[in-house]
């Protein structure tokens, strides 16, 4: 027992900054909304569409900003003040939540309007993200950073757990304008909480060009194995594992019968799952066995891919929906802390900005991949299929396991300089 309450304490140890508490309140009181509006958007799509593709297109939209903005976004997180980007980014994503209730609420929808506020939202997104990530170091310090990061992804994913359970019972009661309209007050928490905050500044550097800033990213990630091995695994992840999030309302529907419901009890499934794994992240206190948790988190996504797949029963897919949540948060969770505390300080919004490049960016044309080959072979095997590629890349990751233990385990002086 007492090994156990020294490990939470351990995974919780960001929250004794004051700062950080408040940020972390108000982020998951607003990523609440985010996965209402997510939930509730996508069933509206299919609702007013019957088409996979159109939901692959949907992905497309929202995440596909990302694909092309988010190194650049890097260049200026590391430039720009942190906390007014996320201000203004926030801000403007209240702005569009608003407008898709009113439309919603009137009557007056139409999907391609749906999927023009979607790709609005993702250009938003595109350069708030690696801000927001980065802003945790400004806050905590790289000491509790790992925390902090862990501790994001926790609220994030206990959020992907009450959002869409609370958005399936609000679309069945009421439409999915009711959930929009609650997103938009929900941008209300953080920026209040990112007003009464004052994050220690980032040191001053000198600028170069953006073009050379970005190649300076790009060849430090590409150089350091360790680095590529690792984003090479959210690669995959994200192409592969991430398209069941477009398939699901197909699956909710059409394979296991539960209607919107039983979509939002996937999704809540998933979040369950993506809690404990990002808290048992925190939770680590060396890196020791990098490599196999990193490999151990995406074969779990991959077994619980197939498993799913073949699954007919509402109940054993939540379950399998645990798995798949799980394994999501420990590869990301893991991953997302290593790259901000070994990147050197004047580089990590560059470097997370990969990161979340392939992460966000490739999920889009994953997304877009499963809609057009559910449409042609049908949902189950697009899962399946989409598992198989990420074991085999966990298979991969295990050789690299001896190459990456060392790789955290030596000293990050660079991480350690500055903020």
Known sequence: MERLASRLAHAFRALRHRPFRVYWIGQWLSVNGTWMQTTAQAWLVYRL?????????????????????????????????????????????????????????????????????????????????????????????????????????????????????????????????????????SYLA???????????????????SMWGELSEGVRYAWNNVEVRTMLGGIAVTSLFGLSY???????????LHGGVRGFGVLMASGGLG?????????????????????????????????????????????????????????????????????APAHMRGRVVSLYIWLFSGLAPVGGFAAGWIAEHVGAPWTAAGAGVACGLAAALTCCEMPLLRRAFARPCRSAGEGR
């Open 49 to 185: 569409t019957d088409s996979p593709l159109v939901l692959g297109i949907l992905s497309a939209v929202r995440f596909g900003p990302a694909l092309v903005g988010s190194p650049i976004a890097g260049v200026l997180t590391d430039r720009l003040p942190r906390r007014l980007v996320v201000l203004t980014t926030q801000s403007l994503s209240l702005v569009q939540a608003t407008l898709l209730a009113a439309l919603t609420l009137s009557g007056a929808i139409r999907v391609w309007q749906v999927l023009l506020l979607a790709l609005a939202q993702g250009i938003v997104d595109t350069l708030d993200t690696p801000a927001r990530q980065t802003l945790q170091v400004d806050i905590v310090g790289v000491e509790d950073l790992q925390s902090a990061v862990s501790l994001n992804a926790s609220a994030f994913n206990a959020a992907r757990m009450v959002g869409p359970a609370l958005a399936g019972v609000m679309v069945a009661a009421w439409g999915e304008g009711v959930c929009f309209a609650v997103n938009a007050v």
């Open 190 to 208: 953080v920026l209040v909480a990112l007003l009464t905050i004052r994050p220690q500044p980032a040191a001053a550097r000198r600028a170069g």
């Open 245 to 255: 999030t477009t398939l699901l309302p197909v699956f909710a529907r059409d394979v």
């Open 274 to 342: 993506a809690v404990v794994g990002a808290l048992g992240a925190a939770a680590r206190r060396s890196g020791r066995h990098m490599g196999g948790i990193m490999a151990a988190g995406q074969g779990a996504l991959g077994l619980g891919l197939v498993a799913l797949a073949f699954t007919g029963s509402l109940p054993v897919a939540s379950v399998w929906m645990v798995v798949i949540g799980l394994g999501v948060a420990i590869q990301l969770s893991t991953t997302n802390g290593f790259l901000q505390v070994t």
